[in-house]
């Protein structure tokens, strides 16, 4: 095998167009193309700046009757995997921009849902208004239903119009020649935005909880005011989740469509094993919940199988993760 081909090979086992390969070896893309094409050889100092990024020797490079049988196929093996053009990467970030603000506002809806309900009562037990208790808890809870069906009905929305892309998510793919610059240079350019987001939702959810504080400065027996007021703390919690939903949401499209972070090829190798034992906990959880409340008709009590489950997932994500990375 002729250094050509090594190169061809390599590049494409660590998932690398001509373009990236260019960058991290600060040369042009037709110099890449030329060495691939055999038309010309690196000089030594490219030939060890190759070396270093392949984890292999410089003999193994230059030296044709030095092969490593561990990357034979590799070519064919790249040549399978699905090519995200330029029109689909565009294509894709728009729809996630757009989505972005139809699940962020999904959620803040479904943050803000029980206010009704919480105020309504507050106001059927202080019998100013004469609303029963039955009505407040009717009324409270269809304003309820319907914002979480409103909701609801965004998310799936949401979810057809991303539905072709989820590709991106599970498979290992390659890009197109111009595809992962034109992505970096986004994401390039919306890091300051996505920093600058992140620390204003934070501090917004922050400060959500002043004006329960200051409602117990004021009157805390008043039990209208405090309500008011932890509906103002809703308010502002959905206002910096909206921020922080959005932001991230655009933010992982650059990163699916570069295959990094959460979405490098490593853990979409992982993540069918996550996937299936994560669905087989949850499982296991529904059965012991329904288990125990059937057997002891405590219905009451036995909710707390949730919470523990909830405290015991990332415990056991993180052990799924090791035993992975270990293999």
Known sequence: ???????????????????????????????????????????????????????V???????????????????????SLRR???????????????TSRAIAFATFLCILSPISLFLLAVISE????????????????IVLLVIIAAAVSIFIASGSKTAPYEYLETEIFETEYGVSGMVKERKEQYKAAYTRNNVLATCICIFSAVPL???VMFDEHNDLLMICLFSVTLLLIGIGTYIFVRTGIIWASYEKLLQEGDYS????????????????????AIAIYLGW????????STWVVWVIAGVLYPAVLGIINVWLSKK
């Open 57 to 79: 020797s410089t003999d193994y490079l230059l030296k044709d009757e030095i092969e490593d049988i561990e990357f034979l196929g590799s070519i064919e093996n790249s040549d």
């Open 126 to 141: 202080s019998g100013q208004f004469g609303v029963s208790e039955n009505a407040a808890a009717g009324i409270g809870m």
């Open 293 to 300: 409340s059937f057997s002891t008709d405590g219905w009451k």
């Open 213 to 215: 504080f200051a409602g």
């Open 84 to 98: 995200v053009t330029m029109e689909e990467a565009n294509s894709f970030l728009a729809v996630k921009a757009t």
């Open 265 to 284: 090829r490593s853990k979409k190798e992982k993540q069918s094993v996550t996937s299936a034992i994560s669905l087989t906990y949850w499982l296991i």
């Open 1 to 55: 095998m002729i250094f050509a081909d090594k190169l061809i090979l390599h590049r494409k086992k660590a998932g690398w167009s001509q373009e990236e390969l260019a960058e991290k070896m600060n040369v042009s893309r037709q110099s890449v193309s030329k060495w691939e094409g055999a038309q010309s050889v690196p000089d030594l100092q490219k030939i060890i700046r190759l070396s270093e990024l392949f984890d």
